[in-house]
């Protein structure tokens, strides 16, 4: 079992920055992938970037340069640094764990709002 915990989300406008967090707690060691999500009102819940546990990164086209993950093994917790954010990228963010063996946890989402 892998429990995730989302935090950082709030309320900015457009132009500024947030730091979202994923606090990572449980049994399964065998977690080789991080990723975050996003989803708007009405719209199905899209990949937002990836990190493997070997530092690889992925991160689709809307955000790339504006955002990027990162990881503090220390703490079990994957960051997602938001930086330019525009009104589009209004949605709750949500992080998910792939384990070796092909489960996903995904955390409880944490609502971002850009105002123009």
């Known amino acids: 079992q892998v429990q995730l915990v989302e935090s950082g989300g709030g309320l900015v406008q457009a132009g500024g920055s947030l730091r979202l967090s994923c606090a990572a707690s449980g049994s399964d060691f065998s977690v080789y992938l991080m990723a975050w999500y996003r989803e708007s009102p009405g719209k199905q819940r899209d990949l937002v970037a990836t990190?493997?546990?070997?530092?690889?990164?992925f991160y689709v086209d809307s955000v790339k340069g504006r955002f990027t993950v990162s990881r503090d093994n220390a703490k079990n917790t994957v960051y997602l640094q938001m930086n330019s954010l525009k009104p589009e990228d209004t949605a709750v963010y949500y992080c998910?764990?792939?384990?070796?063996?092909?489960?996903?946890?995904w955390g409880q989402g944490t609502q971002v709002t850009v105002s123009s």
């Open positions: 998910k764990a792939r384990t070796a063996f092909g489960r996903d946890y």
């Open positions: 990190e493997t546990n070997r530092g690889s990164t």
